[in-house]
């Protein structure tokens, strides 16, 4: 037979297990109901979320290369009608379906003026390699008249990083050089948000900008500091809404071919 003192060990024993035993029973109840309410949800009703409006209406990608059906096409290789100098109607060369700089003649700008948009160019530094640096095959695309994305011959061309091909001029490095050489075509396609300002002129929120250089991602959705300036720090100065979208007379014979440009509603510029 047990004594006093060993009945009462056991039963101080028997209160630890019992203890345990209900404390493991409520581990695992916990357990089931979690798993009984993801089964709940698994068989609930998956149209609470579905998302049918707005539709996304249709757009036509055509084939590579060539401009969605929503774009509007600023150059097809036929003729210069939606381009101008700052003072009159356009006079680069326009021969086999492209269009190069005449040196002296001056910067292209749209007739239309544009803000946040995804804008294609294709374009190609001379095959004759002349100069070095920022002297060789140097131009520049501008978004709304101000912002640049330089163009330039960086195959095998060093110059300061900021201010190599598909560099934002002085602002932003590209990520790496994807030139190809000198006499081949290139293209650029860009992202543009414009600025937005408010009514005293102050910004609200900055351009951003992400590029693609050759099908190869440069610069991704950075912010621009401001306009694009060749000394000192950029800055923005209030500005319309939209602006044309030039191309640079560098007095390097760059010519371009294929441009177009889509405008962007602020849902699908990401604002």
């Known amino acids: 037979m047990w004594d006093e003192q060993e009945r009462v060990g056991y039963g101080r024993a028997g209160a630890g297990q019992v203890g ?134 960086s195959f095998d061309n060093r110059t300061y990083s900021n201010g190599q091909a598909a560099s934002i001029y002085k602002q932003h490095i590209p990520q790496v050089n994807a030139s190809r050489a000198p006499g081949e075509w290139q293209t650029y396609d860009i992202l543009f948000e414009a600025p937005r300002f408010n009514a005293a002129g102050v910004v609200e929120s900055p351009a951003t900008m992400t590029v693609l250089h050759n099908g190869v991602l440069v610069q991704h959705h950075v912010t621009l500091r401001g306009s694009t300036t060749f000394i000192g720090e950029p800055a923005y100065e209030p500005h319309s809404a939209r602006q044309p979208i030039q191309l640079q007379d560098h007095s390097n014979p760059v010519s371009f071919r294929n441009i177009w440009v889509r405008e962007l509603t602020p849902r699908q510029a990401g604002r």
């Open 20 to 153: 345990w035993l209900a404390a493991m029973l409520s581990v695992m109840a916990i357990g089931v109901g979690v798993a009984v309410s993801g089964i709940a949800q698994q068989q609930g009703d998956p149209a609470l979320t579905e998302v049918w409006q707005p539709e996304p209406r249709m757009v036509d990608p055509g084939s590579p290369g060539a401009a969605p059906s929503d774009a509007v096409m600023l150059f097809d290789g036929s003729n210069l009608d939606a381009w101008r100098h700052a003072d009159g109607d356009a006079a680069w060369e326009v021969r086999d379906g492209m269009m190069t700089v005449v040196a002296g003649a001056g910067s292209l700008y749209t007739r239309q003026g544009f803000g946040d948009v995804q804008l294609h160019v294709e374009w190609r530094a001379p095959d004759i390699v002349e100069g070095d640096g920022q002297g060789r095959g140097n131009s520049g695309v501008f978004l709304m008249n101000r912002y640049e994305v330089q163009v330039l011959d």
